[in-house]
């Protein structure tokens, strides 16, 4: 099983600044991750696929990169709206099909 | 316009069962992957299940045995019957559809959920 450690836990930062979330794993998944946000009361929303990819109407500022074991989400300038929890998920080797145990975002 | 909607969920004893339907619309189950999730109550996501398209189905072994995941393409429906509950069990339960990306470098295949329910709360508890 690919075990995702994400961190940090918590990130707090006030809008307008940068975020940078890490997620890494146990062995590699390529480039084959995702990543997710999800608020309080509703399900997760598919920010990014296979690394870099933007997810359809997900905004610009959003960003990933990374391939192997080390993967970064990037939040080029935080809104009101995207403080959240995030969770990085790997579809490389499976099943299992595992997540990262999230970082929560929160405002400074 | 894509939808699921999760129902089924509930109270119910240690050793008990449940089965949880998942309504979907915009799209045919049979299409494509499915799976279920569920979040312990202030925890992560955690995989549960997947009906492949093809037919095959994939449990995580904390519920493997017990889990049983099936659909009827006439209801377009996805469903989770879930017996010998356990407390731990204890969740929201989301569906979730996958989508597929192809690398145009390596061939594969790889599929991410693009599609959620709003999920369904089940709570095992004496």
């Known amino acids: 099983e690919i075990v995702l450690t994400q961190s940090p836990a918590t990130l707090s930062l006030s809008p307008g600044e940068r975020a940078t979330l890490s997620c890494r794993a146990s062995?590699?998944?390529?480039?084959?991750l995702a990543w997710y946000q999800q608020k309080p009361g509703q399900a997760p929303r598919l920010l990014i696929y296979?690394?870099?990819k933007r997810a359809a109407g997900i905004p610009a500022r959003f960003s990933g990169s990374g391939s192997g074991t080390d993967f970064t989400l990037t939040i080029s300038s935080l809104e009101p709206e995207d403080f959240a929890v995030y969770y990085c998920?790997?579809?490389?080797?499976?099943?299992?099909?595992?997540f990262g145990q999230g970082t929560r975002l929160e405002i400074k | 316009e894509v939808q699921l909607v999760e129902s089924g969920g509930g109270l119910v004893q240690p050793g008990g069962s449940l089965r949880l339907s998942c309504a979907a619309s915009?799209?045919?189950?049979?299409?494509?992957?499915m799976s279920w999730v569920r979040q312990a109550p202030g925890k992560g996501l955690e995989w549960v299940s997947l009906?492949?398209?093809?037919?095959?189905?994939f449990y995580a072994d904390s519920v493997r045995g017990r889990f049983t995941i099936s659909r009827d393409s006439s209801k377009n429906t996805l469903y989770l019957q879930m017996n010998s509950l356990r407390p731990e069990d204890t969740a929201v339960y989301y569906c979730?559809?996958?989508?597929?990306?192809?690398?145009?470098?390596?061939?594969?295949?790889?599929?991410?959920?693009?599609?959620w329910g709003q999920g369904t709360l089940v709570t095992v508890s004496s």
């Open positions: 062995q590699t998944v390529r480039r084959y």
């Open positions: 915009g799209f045919t189950v049979t299409s494509t992957y």
């Open positions: 998920q790997q579809r490389d080797n499976w099943p299992p099909i595992t």
């Open positions: 979730a559809r996958d989508f597929e990306s192809r690398d145009p470098l390596t061939g594969y295949y790889a599929h991410y959920f693009d599609y």
């Open positions: 296979d690394a870099s």
């Open positions: 009906f492949y398209s093809g037919g095959n189905t």
